[in-house]
């Protein structure tokens, strides 16, 4: 039995642990946001949001789409079971928007800490943590840091003697599910929601939208915790506001092994459990930025032209002064006219918020690179080197997201695999076909045990791929690698479906009518030839290549040059090149 007054102390004291990192990731996200989201975005104007574009151009890299599980099993009698099992588990991601949970929980470790819930839903279907759930239906749900509770005098995550979350639920739900202690549920009392924690009085980040207190609640509802205890493997619900005798729900936990919260972490910091967050390495650099930028657009703004004029020269100031672009004037005393300027951007100004624009690209693996923004080479095999490379600076967060992705998908399967009324009707599709096989998933048809079966993730598919990309992909297999062996691909009967492949290059390259110049027949056999006749031009050719350097007007080039210029150094021609784009 837990010591209700001792956890509780527990809950507080580190929910006071925990408020620094709420506050930095709340500044986080107003910088994120910038200053027009809401009236309670950032305070100041973010005229060159860096944050917003490195952490849109990271997530996309780590989760695009909805991952693709593989199921097998050295058991050869199971491989048919691991085939439906797969099945399942695709078709329940499908269900629950897995690919929405996913891309939440990447965005969320990468402002502070990823955290996401797996768990049965009970009862009936019911709301829990702002998301409706079905009868017996596994979940996967998001858990904010401003909700998220742990014990923070740990230094690694073994040591970790609890963690839960808090969510709001209807009282009605409560007294109908049948899952909780009745008595207990009768002493609770509705409460308003807030934008401010308990306890500790610090902002939460739904601020952003919402008011002090949410009055417009359509039903009662209250506060829970969910508290997980690792090493006695239990789980308690208590309410958030109010001391009872007795939790409203303890049960021994039956879930998966490794427990109901799983976290998704950046960046591991030697002796402590909270995670170090991207955005935090970024953040002093994104200030000064718009800070250099805010403090280039006064200058800007103070900048003015004006004319002078010295004693005689009335007259012609008010002829310049109404003149229009193009119009003849007289002049009586051109010399004692003169124009003037003052203020204006400064030049070394300029160039050190150009290199820390670059500096932030840098730290934060090429965004140039990693987000296509501009190209970094003159070709496009040189680009896509460099992004192959820039991408390895965020290879470690890929295979974290994956890993995390799995082992969330490991409990879901968990659920499916153990649930007692499971039947689904699946469809299975042969590959390049249009034929169909109907599959069934159910408790009788399930053999062998769970740990006989292996979970893989395509990490490819967490990536997105554009249309263009596939294109890119068709054409560079074939030039590289089809073309060069189709002699002994044709000795093996090997051909080319030239039909399908001008079908996609069409579908891919957005560009339907391309079919629509094409006319697809049987094909001709080839004519014999005839005696005498002169022979056919031998596929085979000689070609010479040249290698031509020249300079790339690339976006870490022009702006090295323009800094080099800015400053009062000098350039060379092919600095001046690269500043502009190649043009002598």
Known sequence: MVDLVKLRTAIARNRRKLEPFRQNRLMAVKEYVGRYYSDNGSRYRVPVNMINLALNIIARQLAASSPQVLVHTPVQNLKSTAMAFELAINHLLREIHFDKTLRSAVLNALFGMGIVKVGLTGGKRVKLGGEWHEIGQPFAENVSLDDWVMDMSASRWEQVQFMGNRYRVALVDLQESGLFNKDMINKLEANYRSVYNEGTGDERTQSLQDDEYNYDEIEPQVDLWDIWI????????????????????????????????????MGEVPDNVMPLAPVAQMMDLHLLINALYEKLGRQAERQKTILGITAGGDGDAVRIRDAKDGDIIRM??????????????????????????????????????????????????????????????IMYMQDVTVHFAKQVIRSLAWYLFTDPLIDLPLI??????????????????????????????????????????????????????????????????????????????????IMPELNEFLVYQQPMMPEREAVGSPPRKSPITSRTYTRVNRSAGTVMGNDYALSQLLMGGGVNEDQMKAILGGVS
């Open 428 to 509: 299975k599709r042969v590959p390049d076909t249009d034929i169909e096989i109907p599959v069934r998933f159910s408790a009788e048809e399930i053999e062998g045990d769970f740990l006989d079966y292996n979970f893989e993730i395509e990490a490819y598919s967490l990536q997105d791929r554009t249309p263009q990309q596939r294109l890119q992909t068709i054409y560079q297999l074939f030039t590289q690698f089809i073309i060069p062996i189709y002699p002994y691909l044709s000795e093996q009967g090997i051909g080319i479906n030239f039909e399908a492949l001008l079908k996609k290059i069409g579908q891919y390259s």
């Open 230 to 265: 690792p090493r006695e493997r239990r789980m308690i619900t208590i309410p958030v506001d109010l001391e009872l005798e007795r939790p409203l729900r303890e049960v021994e936990w039956e879930g998966p092994e490794i427990g109901p919260y799983h976290i998704l972490s």
């Open 332 to 393: 009586d005393s051109p010399d004692r006219a003169k124009e003037y300027s003052f203020g204006g951007v400064d030049n070394v100004t300029l160039a050190f918020a150009i290199q820390c624009k670059d500096l932030f690209s840098y730290l934060a693996g090429n965004l140039d690179a990693l987000g296509g923004l501009s190209p970094m080479a003159e070709t496009l095999g040189q680009d896509q080197l460099i992004a192959a490379n820039a991408s390895k600076q």
